[in-house]
C-alpha cells in the first residue's frame, strides 16, 4: 500500500502520517509532497493507492489536484481524500463535484480520520470486488 | 499642453474663437484669455497642493507611528515578524510530535510487559495489582500521545492565517508605496521611481527614504 500526503505545511504532513501508523497502516509507504504541482509529478511517476490532500496550498491547490487526477485517464480512479480548513458549503460542493471520495475539516481527530478512510477502502474493496 | 502651436491656427478650437484670435484684437484677446485661464489653474493647483501636502503629511505621520519602538520599522520587518512566527511555531510543533513519537513506543512496549505479568501473576499479587496499573497508565498514554499529535495541526491552521496576513500587509505595502510616489508628485517632489519598477526591498526602501520616511 502506498499513500501521499498532500500538504504545504510540513507539521501537517507529519501529523497524517502519524495518524496513518497509529491507525494501522504500518506495512505503508507514505510519501509526501508539498503541493498540487508535486504531487503530480510523482503520482505520474509511481503508483498509489490513496492521496491524503490539504485544500489551500501555493502553485497547484487540492481542488485543481482532484481534478487533474481526475482528468488523467492513468490517475482518475485514485482514491482522493481532502483534509482541509476550508469548510463553506460552496467549496465542499466543489470537492463533491469533482470526485473527491471524503471531505474532512481541519481540525481533526483520530477517530474521524479513521471513519473516512475505512469508508474509503471499503468502497475501493467493493468495487475490485464486483470488477 | 498646446504650447508648440500657436493658438490662431489650432483646429482644436472653436470657430468663434479661432476667429476672434485672428482678428486685429487677437493678441489682446490672448493675452486676456491667458490670464484668466492661468488665474483658475492657479487656484486648482493651490487646492491640489494644498491636499497633497497634507496627505503626504498623513502617510509621513504613518510611517513614523508604524517605526515606534516595539513596532516592527519597516513593513519588511512586519512580514520577517510573522515568517518568525510561523518557523517558531513549525518548530514547537514538531518539538511535540518528537515527544509523542519517542513515548508511543515506550507506552506500548509498557503496556505488552504489562499484560505479559498479568497473564502469569495471580489476581491478588501485589505484582498483578502494579501491572494492571501499569497496563492501564500505558494505554491512557498512548491514547493521549496520539491527541497530542492531533492537537498540533494548531500551526497549519494558524500558519494559513499569519500567511493570509503576510500578504495582506503586501498588499498594504503596495497600495503605501503607491500613495507615497503619488503625495510627493503631487507636493512637488518629484518621484524619482516608478512604482511598477519597485521589484526589490531595496527599491522599496530607497524610494520610501527619498520622501522622507
Same mark, same amino acid.
Given at each position: 500500500?502506498?499513500?501521499?500526503?498532500?500538504?504545504?505545511?510540513?507539521?501537517?504532513?507529519?501529523?497524517?502520517?502519524?495518524?496513518?501508523?497509529?491507525?494501522?497502516?504500518?506495512?505503508?509507504?507514505?510519501?509526501?509532497?508539498?503541493?498540487?504541482?508535486?504531487?503530480?509529478?510523482?503520482?505520474?511517476?509511481?503508483?498509489?493507492?490513496?492521496?491524503?490532500?490539504?485544500?489551500?496550498?501555493?502553485?497547484?491547490?487540492?481542488?485543481?489536484?482532484?481534478?487533474?487526477?481526475?482528468?488523467?485517464?492513468?490517475?482518475?480512479?485514485?482514491?482522493?481524500?481532502?483534509?482541509?480548513?476550508?469548510?463553506?458549503?460552496?467549496?465542499?460542493?466543489?470537492?463533491?463535484?469533482?470526485?473527491?471520495?471524503?471531505?474532512?475539516?481541519?481540525?481533526?481527530?483520530?477517530?474521524?480520520?479513521?471513519?473516512?478512510?475505512?469508508?474509503?477502502?471499503?468502497?475501493?474493496?467493493?468495487?475490485?470486488?464486483?470488477? | 499642453?498646446?504650447?508648440?502651436?500657436?493658438?490662431?491656427?489650432?483646429?482644436?478650437?472653436?470657430?468663434?474663437?479661432?476667429?476672434?484670435?485672428?482678428?486685429?484684437?487677437?493678441?489682446?484677446?490672448?493675452?486676456?484669455?491667458?490670464?484668466?485661464?492661468?488665474?483658475?489653474?492657479?487656484?486648482?493647483?493651490?487646492?491640489?497642493?494644498?491636499?497633497?501636502?497634507?496627505?503626504?503629511?498623513?502617510?509621513?505621520?504613518?510611517?513614523?507611528?508604524?517605526?515606534?519602538?516595539?513596532?516592527?520599522?519597516?513593513?519588511?520587518?512586519?512580514?520577517?515578524? =510573522?515568517?518568525? !512566527?510561523?518557523?517558531?511555531?513549525?518548530? &514547537?510543533?514538531?518539538? #511535540?510530535?518528537?515527544? %509523542?513519537? $519517542? @513515548?508511543?513506543?515506550?507506552?506500548?512496549?509498557?503496556?505488552?510487559?504489562?499484560?505479559?505479568?498479568?497473564?502469569?501473576?495471580?489476581?491478588?499479587?501485589?505484582?498483578?495489582?502494579?501491572?494492571?496499573?501499569?497496563?492501564?497508565?500505558?494505554?491512557?498514554?498512548?491514547?493521549?500521545?496520539?491527541?497530542?499529535?492531533?492537537?498540533?495541526?494548531?500551526?497549519?491552521?494558524?500558519?494559513?492565517?499569519?500567511?493570509?496576513?503576510?500578504?495582506?500587509?503586501?498588499?498594504?505595502?503596495?497600495?503605501?508605496?503607491?500613495?507615497?510616489?503619488?503625495?510627493?508628485? =503631487?507636493?512637488? !517632489?518629484?518621484?524619482?521611481?516608478?512604482? &511598477?519598477?519597485?521589484? #526589490?526591498?531595496?527599491? %522599496?526602501? $530607497? @524610494?520610501?527614504?527619498?520622501?522622507?520616511?
Amino acid at each position: 500500500m502506498k499513500i501521499l500526503v498532500v500538504d504545504d505545511f510540513s507539521t501537517m504532513r507529519r501529523i497524517v502520517r502519524n495518524l496513518l501508523v497509529e491507525l494501522g497502516f504500518t506495512n505503508t509507504l507514505i510519501q509526501e509532497a508539498d503541493d498540487g504541482e508535486n504531487a503530480m509529478i510523482m503520482l505520474r511517476s509511481q503508483p498509489f493507492d490513496l492521496v491524503v490532500t490539504d485544500w489551500n496550498m501555493p502553485n497547484m491547490t487540492g481542488i485543481d489536484l482532484l481534478r487533474a487526477i481526475r482528468a488523467e485517464a492513468a490517475l482518475k480512479g485514485l482514491p482522493v481524500l481532502m483534509v482541509t480548513a476550508e469548510n463553506n458549503r460552496d467549496q465542499i460542493i466543489a470537492a463533491a463535484q469533482a470526485g473527491v471520495n471524503g471531505y474532512v475539516v481541519k481540525p481533526f481527530t483520530a477517530v474521524t480520520l479513521r471513519e473516512k478512510l475505512t469508508k474509503i477502502f471499503e468502497r475501493i474493496a467493493a468495487s475490485g470486488a464486483s470488477a | 499642453m498646446n504650447a508648440v502651436l500657436p493658438l490662431a491656427v489650432d483646429d482644436s478650437l472653436p470657430p468663434e474663437l479661432r476667429d476672434l484670435l485672428n482678428s486685429p484684437e487677437g493678441p489682446a484677446f490672448e493675452h486676456a484669455l491667458d490670464t484668466m485661464v492661468r488665474q483658475r489653474e492657479q487656484h486648482l493647483f493651490r487646492a491640489l497642493g494644498q491636499l497633497a501636502r497634507e496627505l503626504h503629511d498623513a502617510v509621513r505621520r504613518l510611517g513614523g507611528e508604524l517605526a515606534q519602538e516595539g513596532v516592527p520599522g519597516i513593513v519588511a520587518d512586519a512580514r520577517q515578524h =510573522l515568517q518568525d !512566527v510561523l518557523e517558531m511555531s513549525a518548530n &514547537a510543533a514538531n518539538r #511535540s510530535i518528537d515527544f %509523542a513519537e $519517542r @513515548l508511543r513506543p515506550q507506552a506500548e512496549s509498557l503496556a505488552r510487559n504489562a499484560w505479559d505479568v498479568l497473564q502469569q501473576a495471580e489476581g491478588d499479587e501485589p505484582a498483578a495489582a502494579l501491572a494492571r496499573e501499569a497496563a492501564t497508565f500505558a494505554d491512557s498514554c498512548r491514547a493521549g500521545l496520539g491527541d497530542m499529535v492531533v492537537a498540533q495541526s494548531w500551526q497549519d491552521l494558524t500558519g494559513q492565517r499569519i500567511k493570509k496576513v503576510a500578504s495582506f500587509i503586501g498588499t498594504v505595502e503596495s497600495s503605501l508605496l503607491e500613495l507615497v510616489r503619488l503625495t510627493g508628485a =503631487l507636493a512637488g !517632489v518629484e518621484a524619482p521611481v516608478d512604482v &511598477a519598477k519597485v521589484t #526589490s526591498q531595496e527599491d %522599496a526602501d $530607497r @524610494l520610501l527614504s527619498e520622501f522622507g520616511f
